[in-house]
Nanobody
């Protein structure tokens, strides 16, 4: 089992920045990739960014050039640096971990952290 705990959400004005963190514990060795999802009210959950164990990254088109995903293996922590935030970035953000191949459904989820961007 893998436990994920997010932090760093909050309220920020449009154009501002936030950094989300996700601390992982448990069976870390089983993790192949980690990602950040978000879900806004009335919308489907979407994958925002992901990073594989080999360092490959994925970004949704809506966040390319503004968000950066990274990880600190020594601290077992995943980050999402969010710059130039827009009101449409407002959502609950979830950290997720994947034990299977890249592209599979994620196995483990955090409880989420709220990001609210005011205009």
């Amino acid at each position: 089992q893998v436990q994920l705990v997010e932090s760093g959400g909050g309220l920020v004005q449009a154009g501002g920045s936030l950094r989300l963190s996700c601390a992982a514990s448990g069976s870390i060795f089983s993790i192949n990739a980690m990602g950040w999802y978000r879900q806004a009210p009335g919308k489907e959950r979407e994958l925002v960014a992901a990073i594989s164990s080999g360092g490959s990254t994925y970004y949704a088109d809506s966040v390319k050039g503004r968000f950066t995903i990274s990880r600190d293996n020594a601290k077992n922590t995943l980050y999402l640096q969010m710059n130039s935030l827009k009101p449409e970035d407002t959502a609950m953000y979830y950290c997720a971990a994947l034990s299977g191949p890249w592209g599979n459904e994620y196995d483990y989820w955090g409880q989420g952290t709220q990001v609210t961007v005011s205009s």
